[in-house]
């Protein structure tokens, strides 16, 4: 079986255990005698599995009995709204540090609820980086600051969280949850569509404390309030039940792997490999991120020509080298590296990458 070198930035990479687990249960699941999308989701058998990817979850963020963990539909970009249409009255003022393509999404929507101080404007530096604490302009007493932990497209990441002064982080995390241990403490509110680290697309994360969902405004409809699914385990509705079991699948071999320690390792090693062949030939490979700013999911850089990227994409795909190409809004190229992409696919593409230089350089 000749499975591709997998670059892509979202849907991306699965592990092929977890795949292999879903095609050997397809057809009969859990002695069922059924698939898992054909059975109830009030099933013993389907309540086992959603509940166990929410147990894998709490174990690998160490994750206080004051969080509740959801399965939502709607993606990240649903969260956008929900987050603001839930917590922000139209009095009341949210911090949002802007970094990237996502929050700008987020903070378009978050003016239609209420009152959003930019406490960061990225485009200042070109979305090149990550603010440092002393450039962030934050609200005394502001409802929440919201930050985006990677950004998918510029390729940079929060290395350190902010400070907020007591004030809850929101986060999108959608495109490196689960890359490494964090403290989860700070955060008042964190979501993930699943398509980037995690699972399939279909089902979005999302983890929220206590105190937060608490003042959660009650007026919302039924299903654009967090408390509907809290309260329900995710079960009010019919949840996403296949996406769920997948992401169910990934976290189980991401234990099997060794848990968050060596998912870390995995991840360190990989995108180290590839700035180390970047900042090796400056000459051929220039790479636009701040060096602290680094993604250790999404690797942006540039060639000396767009003919050059433009011959770089295709003689990469010829070689089984999928998704090289950068997002179509900024050019260049972007290998995306998350969680599920083996080494070997890595160490493919710096071996491509270097014979390129020399090829073309
Ligand atoms: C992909 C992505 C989104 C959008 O996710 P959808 O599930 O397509 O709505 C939002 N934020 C980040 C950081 C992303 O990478």
């Known amino acids: 079986m000749a499975r591709a070198h997998n670059f892509f930035a979202g849907p991306a990479v699965l592990p092929l255990p977890a795949l292999e687990r879903a095609q050997q249960e397809l057809v009969d699941w859990a002695g069922t005698g059924t698939s898992i999308m054909e059975t109830s989701h009030r099933s013993k058998e389907y309540e086992a599995v959603h509940n166990e990817a929410i147990a894998l ?5 160490s994750l206080g009995e004051n969080y509740h963990v959801l399965f939502l539909g709607g993606g990240a970009s649903l969260q956008f709204a929900m987050v603001p ?25 978050a003016k239609l609820f209420g009152r959003v101080n930019v406490a960061f404007d990225g485009e200042t530096v070109g979305l090149t980086r990550i603010p440092r604490q002393e450039e962030l302009k934050l609200t005394p007493g502001a409802r929440y600051v919201h930050i985006t932990s990677n950004n998918t497209i510029k390729g940079t ?50 983890l929220i404390r206590d105190d937060i969902l608490a003042q959660c405004k009650a007026d919302n409809p039924t299903m654009l309030k967090y408390a509907t ?23 189980a071999h991401m234990k099997e792997m060794g848990g968050m320690p060596a998912v870390e390792a995995h991840n360190r090693r990989k995108a180290g490999l590839i700035y180390e062949t970047i900042d090796a030939d400056p000459e051929f490979f220039r790479a636009p991120v701040d060096k602290a700013s680094r993604s250790m999911m999404n690797i942006v850089f540039r060639l000396p020509s767009e003919e050059l990227e433009t011959k770089f994409v295709a003689e990469g795909k010829a070689q089984r080298m999928l998704g090289l190409k950068g997002h179509r809004s900024v050019g260049g ?28 350089g």
Not at 353 to 358: G, R, T
């Open 57 to 61: 979850i709490r174990e690998f963020l």
């Open 85 to 109: 249409m839930n917590l922000l009255a139209p009095d009341q003022t949210a911090d949002y540090v802007h970094t990237g393509t996502w929050s700008k999404k987020a903070i378009a929507e």
């Open 157 to 206: 990441q929060w290395h350190a969280f902010p400070e907020t002064a007591g004030v809850p982080l929101v986060a999108d995390m959608s495109s490196d949850f689960l890359w490494r241990a964090f403290d989860p403490k700070p955060f008042g509110l964190i979501y993930v569509g699943a398509q980037k680290n995690l699972g399939p697309a279909g089902v979005t994360i999302v």
């Open 229 to 251: 699914h809290a309260k329900e385990n995710s079960l009010f509705n019919t949840p996403p039940v296949f996406a769920i079991y997948m992401v169910r699948n990934v976290l």
């Open 333 to 360: 190229i972007r290998i995306s590296a998350y969680n599920s992409c083996p080494l070997e696919s890595v160490e493919a593409v710096v071996g491509f990458m270097k014979a390129f230089a020399k090829a073309n």
